[in-house]
């Protein structure tokens, strides 16, 4: 049983997100996301437009989604990894080398962000509608 992780906002769910998240569930049995809180996203300096109620059950109905669990603060990974028993981390290129030193704890890939699409991006585009 591959058990892989990933964390995120995943404000206005869109198709970088969903690529990433399907292409992490490829590389296992199982994919836990935990997505960041509304609380953590102010740390983060990012305000959602999604509640992080709305966000957490849009990710869980994803086909690709085992479970769903809660990203309060930055340091929390190593424990989720010990915790669940993680064998694979994974996040977009856009991280790449920030999470290296969690190959302490289990296998550590970044994945090819998806260009040409961010929730940024798209919070511009509507407000320009
Ligand atoms: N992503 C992607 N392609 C995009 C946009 C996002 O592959 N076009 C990936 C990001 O690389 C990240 C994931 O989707 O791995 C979630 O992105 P965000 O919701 O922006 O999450 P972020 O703010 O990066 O929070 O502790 C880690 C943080 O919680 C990550």
Known sequence: MTRVLTYGTFDLLHIGHLNLLERLSALGDELIVAVS???FNAEKGKR??????DRCRLISALKCVSAVIP??????KPNDIRRLGVDVFGMGSDWEGKFDSLSLYCKVIYLPRTEGISTTHL???ISRR
């Open 123 to 125: 919070r511009k585009e």
């Open 37 to 39: 809180t509304d609380e």
């Open 71 to 76: 990203e309060t603060h930055w340091s929390q």
């Open 48 to 53: 959602c437009v999604v509640s992080y109620e």
